[in-house]
């Protein structure tokens, strides 16, 4: 979709996220082995609860290869990610969750512009969360490279409402109430320790295809906020949703962190699973 030169410059002041094709379908692994490492994690540092509800219902194209039933194994997945400039993993074990007391006209209940109120059942706060932030081309045509581009990717929904940031994209609210999840990329700040936790969705809308383009080689959060604070960049701030995702982040997934990494000789106590 193309947007007039007006309706760019508010949305790079205010919201983002455009309806494109369904999120890409990805292979499964084999589950994640429990940590046995100290939980020495404070409150707020983002360390979640053990896993809860239901898997997520998604055909993946390879066959199951954890052991566990197909009907079960097949909705366990991977994506692509982004920590600290580096290549990373995200496994999935279970469905999405958004916020019901969030009004939504999408089918699963997902928004894009509203921050959530509650946090997902069995986690205390949204201290014990860490946000994702997700990079969204709004520009024709998209990279052909983003990590869950068109299909529907492992853990995602697959409609979503942007009715609330219309005004914004400059289209009729009631036009955006139910559109397919635009294709995009993923960002992390914390692996949290590798462990799985929820994260609460935040979408960063990007105008310029120079700057996704810089997002995409930075691969970290500082790039997308020094260039959230350019007004000629056409990046926005991050923008809030009702929409938690459940993944954990694979140990050696990193080029800083081989799979034989001990995680304990950094300085302060951070290894490569840590901050």
Known sequence: MRLSASARRRLTRAAACTG????????TVGLAT????PAHRAAGDGFGPPPIGEHTIQPLKRPCTTGEPEELCRNIGVTDGWFNGHDVKFLYTQNYFCDPSVASGADGGCEVGQKFNNVPPGTTSEAFTDPLY????LFSPAPTNLQCPAGPCVDHPMMIDLSRIAGALGQDPATLKNVPVPGHDHIIADRNMDRPEWWPVYVIGVTNPDSFAKIQQGKDLSTATRLAQDPNAGVTAPIPTNLFLWFQTLAGTSDRCPPDDTYATAPGGQGCATR
């Open 20 to 27: 494109s094709a369904l999120l890409a379908v990805v292979s």
């Open 34 to 37: 429990a940590d046995t490492r």
């Open 134 to 137: 997700i990079p969204v081309p």
